[in-house]
């Protein structure tokens, strides 16, 4: 369910290099060049540009674009030509130095919202970058208190089973636990809850979540909502939202970046350069259902010039 577009056939790597260098070289840079050509290339294809750019011209490709571009639009293109792992290992560093629930979202985002796989290979590039584990920043990071902290660095420090295979029986008895917890309050939200939510796998927790509904005529993100004020039922609800259905994260994420005054350029930036090569079609399809609006005209109203024009080839057409 990506959004960007490729083009058939795509040029050779060393042709791409030649090209952003010609872009980048002169009097001014040929902005719409870079976006023409890095906008529409995968990530094995613009790791492919990286490592032919440097053989070429013994520079890194992401170090030309910092010193030839600014602001926003800077932002945008050095996180979509970065390696993803990378790329979320970089905004998870940056988040556990930042207040705010905007900056846990990107630890849950990191941990829930991506395969397992693909998790994995966030904390070796964490491991690779910093110097230390991802788990034990989030437990040694001062922003954080217990009970928050504690089920933080269980999000990150999991790795789930990526199969299919659900048990039904455990879906069942598990969302028992989960209402005790969530409804009943007969439970804290940082014991088994944790647990469940941190180890289970994708398929499992889908299962689960929907048992929890059948059997209280409620979905489980709901009820999270309505305790408002509790952080870590918040959390909790975006960890659930990120596993079971991430279009629903990363459309409020897009909403809450745009409205109001002013916008959150570093939010929406994150989003939308995340989610091209993941699910942005799907993203899309919730924003329009759920805010009656395209997520290309409400950029369209916030942004302006080349970031402008860089966020709207990752999204695609509508």
């Not at 060049?33 to 992401?62: M, P």
């Not at 009970?147 to 879906?171: C, I, M, N, T």
């Not at 636990?177 to 409804?183: M, N, P, S, T």
């Not at 091209?276 to 395209?294: L, S």
């Amino acid at each position: 369910m990506a959004s960007i577009s490729i083009p058939d056939p795509v040029p050779p790597a060393t042709e791409d290099a030649e090209n952003i260098r010609k872009a980048v070289q002169g009097w001014g840079t040929d902005e719409k060049a870079l976006i023409e050509i890095l906008g529409h290339r995968t990530a094995a294809q613009r790791a492919e540009i990286a490592v032919a750019y440097e053989g070429l011209y013994n520079e890194t490709l992401l170090d030309r674009l910092h010193s030839e571009l600014s602001g926003d639009f800077r932002s945008a293109m050095m996180l979509w030509t970065m390696d993803p792992a990378a790329r979320d290992a970089k905004l998870a560093h940056k988040a556990l130095k930042k207040k705010g629930d905007r900056h846990v979202w990107v630890l849950v985002e990191v941990a829930c919202a991506s395969s397992p796989d693909h998790h994995v290979a966030v904390r070796k590039a964490y491991c690779a970058a910093y110097s230390a584990s991802l788990e034990e920043d989030v437990a040694a990071c001062p922003l954080y208190k217990d009970p928050l902290k504690q089920f933080l660095v269980r999000l990150v420090s999991s790795y789930r089973y990526s199969g299919e295979l659900v048990d039904d029986e455990l879906a069942r008895a598990e969302a028992a636990e989960l209402h005790d917890a969530v409804v009943a309050r007969k439970q804290t939200l940082h014991g088994d809850v944790a647990r469940i939510v941190g180890s289970r796998s994708k398929p499992q927790l889908k299962a689960t979540f929907e048992r929890f509904r059948q059997e209280h005529g409620r979905a489980i993100d709901d009820v999270l909502e309505e305790r408002r004020g509790d952080q870590l039922a918040a959390v909790l609800k975006t960890a659930v939202w990120c596993l079971a259905c991430p279009e629903k994260h990363f459309a409020e994420v897009i909403r809450i970046s745009i409205v109001g005054l002013g916008t959150d350029e570093e939010s929406l930036t994150r989003a939308i350069v995340s989610r091209a090569e993941v699910d942005m079609k799907k993203v899309k399809e919730e924003y329009k259902a759920r805010y009656r609006k395209t997520v290309t005209s409400d950029v369209n109203g916030d942004t302006s010039g080349y970031y402008n024009g860089i966020l709207l080839t990752l999204v695609g057409p509508e």
